[in-house]
């Protein structure tokens, strides 16, 4: 049985500039909602490290980023270890864009 769920409104397209990272929170999990010249992405809310430090306060370059807390790297795009290959890769979910809107598909 497939339930089809919602799409959740994030907020509006002019609401995130190009180059950074917002944090949202949704029934008490938190993602972390990147807008790249590329397009909107997301990713889980924290990195994987000891802190569990938020990625909404992560450095982003081009289409990776940085944890402000223990300076691994990130592909945005996919999730991927960048500078340790061998952490595990960030969970990440699908965006989308209608009439200026931006939703994240769980």
Known sequence: MNIEIEPVHIGEVE?????????FEHEEIDYAIYHLESGFFATQG?????EQAFLSEATVEGEELECASCGNTYSIVSGDPISDLELPPLKIY?????????????
């Open 15 to 23: 609401d995130i500039d190009i180059g950074s990272v917002e944090n």
């Open 94 to 106: 699908d965006v989308s864009e209608e009439d200026g809107s931006i939703f994240l598909n769980l």
């Open 46 to 50: 924290h990195c994987s490290c000891e």
